[in-house]
Structure formats: structure tokens, C-alpha cells
């Protein structure tokens, strides 16, 4: 079975560029997650679909961050403008579904480096 | 913030069983605990859940206090690929927010 696949694994950027990240869950996983990885501390969540519905975004940065999932499959996840401060990993993860104790699988993160 | 209590850090020797201690004492009934690792340059994986009962599986065992206050995550023979930070979070099973909060973690070291 084919993991979280996460792309692109690295990327360097000038503050206030913009730039995208993209994510394929695994086949069949109907909730998908982005989380932000700061160095030395754990992933906090940014953004949870449940298929192509937003379920919660409470700690997305609206002002500058932007996800979608058109389609309940990929998902895509955008900062215009970037700051110093979103040097980050981010990690996409999916589940088989909402409301249940489903595990969550990660895929291997972005690591985003802002100068 | 989590709602979780994990060592800063531990080592364990290769072979041997490596016990990691977690404190969750203000768990809900309806709240599982969950432990998940990460591997230096990649993403957390999943390792294990329980609610109240003791849990195996090929990976690990869970061992849940009674009062469920605490748990130990145990790796039964350390390898030098079990390197790794360790998370233990909990979070409801059912109704309730499924966003995983992690913590710090505690970092094992597995020496040779």
C-alpha cells in the first residue's frame, strides 16, 4: 500500500514570496491533515478535511495560509506572503475516515526554509 | 497545549527493553491514549493505542494504569533503529476532536 506522498520535499524561499505544497493521501482515506512542525517541537495541526469540507482551521494563519481539496483527494496548501517565522516542517496526514479511533498516517513533510 | 507529561529524554541499551512513562492524569473516560514516534527527517508514525485495557502489538505494548492516570509505552527489545521522539497523546475516541496534540515528546536514544 502506497504511503502519503508530500511534495516537494525541500524548498528555500525569500520572505514574502509565495509558495505551494502538495499533498496525495493514501487511496481510500477520506480525512486528510496539515501540520506545521517547528523545529524541536511537535506538529501542531493547521487544517482538517473531511473529503473536501473543511472540519477545523482554527489554527490556520488565515491572513497568509490557504488550503483546498477540491476534488476529496489532493490537497494543496499555499503561504502568500511568507515570514521568517513559517521556516518549518509540514506534514500531511490522512485517515480512513472521521469520528472513531482511527491512527492517522504522516507523509515524509516539506521542510520549508524562509530567508 | 497537550495534555500530556513525557521525559525531556532516555537511553536504553540495544536488546534491552526500553520502558517510556507517560502522565495524562486529567484523561476523560471517552479519551484514548495514543503514542506515535518520529524518525529523524521523516514523518510521526503511528505506534500503538489503548483506552483502558493493557494493548500488544507487533511494534509495542501499552500498559494503562488502572485509574488511567499513566501509561508506558514498551519496546520489549530495543534496536538501534528505534532511535527516535515518542510522542503519547490523547485524544477521544469517538465525537470528539480527532486533531492529534503533540507535545515535546521524549527523545530515546538507543546505544549500542
Known amino acids: 500500500e502506497a504511503g502519503v506522498a508530500q511534495s516537494p520535499r525541500y524548498k528555500i524561499i525569500e520572505k514574502r514570496q509565495s509558495v505551494a505544497f502538495w499533498c496525495n493521501p493514501i487511496?481510500?482515506?477520506?480525512?486528510l491533515y496539515w501540520y506545521q512542525q517547528i523545529l524541536g517541537q511537535g506538529p501542531k495541526l493547521l487544517i482538517q478535511f473531511q473529503n473536501n469540507g473543511v472540519v477545523d482551521d482554527s489554527q490556520l494563519p488565515k491572513d497568509r495560509f490557504s488550503a483546498e481539496r477540491l476534488k476529496g483527494v489532493d490537497s494543496t496548501l499555499k503561504i502568500q506572503p511568507a515570514k521568517l517565522e513559517d521556516s518549518a516542517v509540514y506534514l500531511c496526514?490522512?485517515?480512513?475516515?472521521?469520528?472513531?479511533?482511527?491512527?492517522?498516517?504522516f507523509g515524509p513533510g516539506t521542510r520549508l526554509t524562509v530567508t | 497545549d497537550a495534555k500530556t507529561t513525557q521525559p525531556t529524554s532516555m537511553d536504553c541499551a540495544e536488546g534491552r527493553a526500553a520502558n517510556l512513562p507517560c502522565n495524562h492524569s486529567?484523561?476523560?473516560?471517552?479519551?484514548?491514549v495514543y503514542w506515535y514516534r518520529q524518525i529523524h527527517s521523516q514523518g510521526p508514525q503511528y505506534i500503538i493505542h489503548g483506552l483502558k485495557n493493557n494493548e500488544t502489538n507487533e511494534m509495542a505494548s501499552l500498559i494503562i494504569t488502572e485509574d488511567r492516570k499513566s501509561s508506558t509505552l514498551i519496546l520489549p527489545h530495543a534496536t538501534l533503529r528505534d532511535t527516535a521522539v515518542y510522542y503519547c497523546i490523547v485524544r477521544p475516541g469517538q465525537g470528539g476532536s480527532e486533531k492529534l496534540v503533540f507535545g515535546k515528546g521524549t527523545k530515546l536514544t538507543v546505544n549500542p
Open positions: 486529567t484523561i476523560s473516560g471517552n479519551e484514548y
Open positions: 496526514a490522512s485517515s480512513f475516515t472521521s469520528g472513531g479511533a482511527y491512527e492517522q498516517y
Open positions: 487511496s481510500g482515506h477520506a480525512t
